[in-house]
């Protein structure tokens, strides 16, 4: 667990989620996957419950990602009245960097965790965290059931 100040939420995983996460970085390897992090924004943690796995649709998946505007769009009406929401995004760094990138900070979206899942040599790597007025933000990390 990463530790973090007091305005920053904590992001629990479950299981399932967290798992989903690293087998869709390793289905994608060698190029960069990406997709949504379903859940719930409670004041103190932020439950992501469920991963929408994305087309990466970036002109170089191997060194970017973009999601698929289309899955955004039906992702929103899906869950719109639903007690899940998109809580924020993922994406895999092939080169076994968990740490966001200049790219990757710019393109943040406000109010959202980012989740970077590094596929380093002996295990997986996740970082996440949320866009901040200068630099990012590491989030407190953990997996539940």
């Known amino acids: 667990m990463i530790p973090v100040g007091k305005d920053i939420p ?17 289905r ?4 960069e996957c990406c997709g949504l992090l379903l859940g719930r ?20 998946p191997r060194t970017a990602f973009q999601i698929d505007w289309n899955l955004l769009a039906h992702t929103l ?9 998109i809580i924020g995004s993922y994406h895999s760094h092939p080169n076994g960097l968990a740490a966001p990138s200049e790219a990757d900070r710019r ?7 980012c989740l970077i899942v ?3 040599a002996d295990a997986p790597i996740l970082t996440a965290w949320r866009p901040g007025p200068v630099t990012a933000s590491l989030e407190s ?4 059931p």
């Open 10 to 26: 904590h992001l629990r995983m479950h299981r399932r989620a967290w798992n989903g996460v690293i087998a869709d970085a390793r």
């Open 28 to 31: 994608r390897h060698p190029e």
């Open 41 to 60: 924004r409670l004041p103190r943690v932020w439950i992501a419950n469920q991963i929408v796995c994305s087309l990466n649709i970036a002109a170089d």
């Open 77 to 85: 009406r899906r869950t719109q009245g639903t007690r899940r929401e």
């Open 107 to 113: 393109r943040a979206w406000p109010g959202h965790v």
């Open 118 to 120: 590094a596929l380093a």
């Open 141 to 144: 990390l953990e997996t539940g």
